[in-house]
């Protein structure tokens, strides 16, 4: 039976607010199936699809520009999409569930007065970081660099000691607040500053594994401008910050 809703109907039934939707309109992300003489919208089957399909995209943290280049692809498989969203809907799932036993067995061991050793307390945030890595970029680096590498790469990062997971992280914020640094100061990637945010990011890469690929470098830096989630990462607080990084690494890794 067809089903035709108002913008309030819609709003009502998807808990998305009448402003946002008319948002949606505006930037040609969920256009209504028709609008009447009086300029009410209604949105048919096909839109109600598009709108679920756009909120599981924004559950898992995709930015609207990329949901719409995702959804407007001609080669774009609903199902097959919304099977990767299940798979990684349910990888969340499982790292929550780590995470909340983590904390709980944590609180035990204080309530206990008992020794927890180090390598338990980390190894819950370890898999976290896996993750999101997997859930947001999985896909792009898995096709650039072979399922093995990235296995490999996620088996290393699981590896580490406390002391390497401490710098790791300590690393990747020190990096973020000098690009904003260097963008807000306007500096060039060739400049010194530039060569020492590249040697920073190399530092980082290498912590999880010793060998060390120019070219490979580059490809990665490449992926923080060419993917707009790697992008969003960067630019979180300041644009320019993932290009600045891109040329300091393509220009200084020889």
């Known amino acids: 039976m067809f089903m035709e809703y108002s913008i309030q109907e819609l709003s009502r039934l998807s808990g998305v607010t009448t402003r ?3 948002w949606y309109d505006q ?9 009447a003489e009086s300029g009410y919208r209604y949105y048919g089957r096909a839109e109600v699809d598009r709108l679920q399909d756009i909120l599981y995209y924004r559950a898992l943290g995709v930015e609207l520009a990329r949901i719409k280049e995702c959804l407007d692809d001609p080669s ?14 349910v990888s969340k799932q499982e790292h929550l569930e780590l ?6 067995d944590t609180i035990q061991a204080e309530e206990r007065k008992e020794f927890m050793q180090d390598e338990k307390k980390f190894e819950a945030l370890k898999k976290q970081t896996i993750a999101h890595n997997e859930e947001v970029y999985g896909q792009e680096i898995r096709s650039k660099y072979g399922d093995k590498e990235v296995d490999e790469a996620n088996a290393a990062v699981m590896n580490l000691t406390q002391e390497q997971y401490r ?6 914020q020190e990096i973020q607040g000098r690009l904003e640094a260097a963008v807000q100061a306007g500096l060039e990637p060739e400049s010194p500053e530039g060569k020492e945010i590249y040697g920073l990011h190399r530092r980082w890469l290498t912590i999880t594994d010793n060998r060390y690929d120019p ?3 580059r490809g990665i830096a490449e992926l923080y401008v060419m993917d707009a989630r790697f992008t969003a990462y960067y630019d979180k607080h300041l644009p320019g910050c993932a290009r600045f ?6 220009y200084w890794a020889k």
Do not use: M, N, Y
């Open 99 to 104: 995470l909340i036993q983590s904390v709980k």
């Open 27 to 35: 930037i040609g992300l969920l256009k209504p199936s028709r609008v």
């Open 245 to 250: 990084l891109r040329d300091a690494v393509v």
């Open 76 to 89: 774009f498989d609903r199902l097959a999409a919304l099977k990767r969203h299940l798979a990684a809907l």
């Open 167 to 172: 710098e790791w992280t300590t690393l990747g």
């Open 215 to 217: 070219a490979k470098h």
């Open 20 to 22: 946002t939707l008319r």
